[in-house]
């Protein structure tokens, strides 16, 4: 059973391009959650996928958008690159917990290393 | 503030020492989840616990919720133990309409020297 998988491992992009960042979620889980970890830094909250829909969101630009398949997989839109936006963008993926004040464990992916010049 | 601190942020030990890593929250949580992290960025997930104390190896993780503090402990530490360790709690607000989600602290950089 694979775990958590990310495309690509590294992207080097320049300021003002635009970057998909992909994620499959391990097996039976449905819930993908996207984190910025900059340099140095713990994990951010950038936003949660449930059933296709953006089910929260963190303190993040509107240039950080994101989209989750049928099949669970997510997408992580990052338009008009910044250089505060290099970092290592982590997928975690769950399985939805019943009620809202439950956690379910989160599993997370290797990262992708994203390098904006 | 922080929601979530821990501390230290760096760790040097000797082989065989035992060594301890604190969690501090400053609102009510459901769980805290502790994370190894390797150089090269992967999250491997080493306890997850909302109450009490858990042992796995020479891993134990406790929680005290009416003191808002966590601690990860490793008994005879070695090298190979040498990672960031972060400790991410998940945070529900009562009454409220959102779903928890979670926060993480900065980071403690480990390093065991033989």
């Known amino acids: 059973d694979a775990g958590v998988t990310q495309s690509p491992t590294h992207l080097i992009k320049t300021r003002g391009q635009q970057v998909t960042l992909r994620c499959s979620p391990k097996?039976?889980?449905?819930?993908v959650s996207w984190y910025q970890q900059a340099l140095g830094q713990g994990p951010q909250f950038i936003f949660q996928?449930?059933?296709?829909?953006?089910?929260q969101r963190g303190n993040f630009p509107d240039r950080f958008s994101g989209h989750q398949f049928p099949n669970y997989s997510s997408e992580l839109n990052v338009n008009a690159l910044l250089l505060g936006d290099s970092a290592l963008y982590l997928c975690?993926?769950?399985?939805?917990?019943?009620?809202?004040?439950?956690?379910?464990?989160?599993?997370f992916g290797p990262g992708t290393r994203l390098t904006v010049l | 503030k922080n929601e979530v601190e821990q501390s230290p942020q760096n760790l040097t030990a000797q082989e065989g020492e035992f060594i301890t890593i604190n969690c501090s929250y400053s609102?009510?949580?459901?769980?805290l989840h502790w994370l190894q992290q390797h150089p090269g960025g992967g999250i491997v997930s080493l306890f997850m616990?909302?109450?009490g104390k858990k042992k796995h190896g020479r891993l134990i993780a406790t929680i005290n919720i009416q003191e808002k503090h966590g601690s990860l402990h490793i008994t005879a530490s070695h090298p190979r133990d040498s990672a960031v360790y972060i400790c991410?709690?998940?945070?529900?607000?009562?009454?409220?309409?959102?779903?928890?989600?979670?926060?993480f602290g900065q980071g403690t950089i480990l390093t065991v020297h033989p």
């Open positions: 996928y449930y059933e296709e829909e953006e089910r």
């Open positions: 991410a709690v998940f945070l529900y607000l009562a009454g409220g309409t959102s779903y928890g989600k979670l926060t």
């Open positions: 975690a993926s769950s399985l939805s917990a019943s009620d809202a004040r439950y956690y379910n464990e989160q599993f």
């Open positions: 609102v009510g949580i459901s769980a």
């Open positions: 616990l909302s109450s």
């Open positions: 097996s039976g889980h449905d819930t």
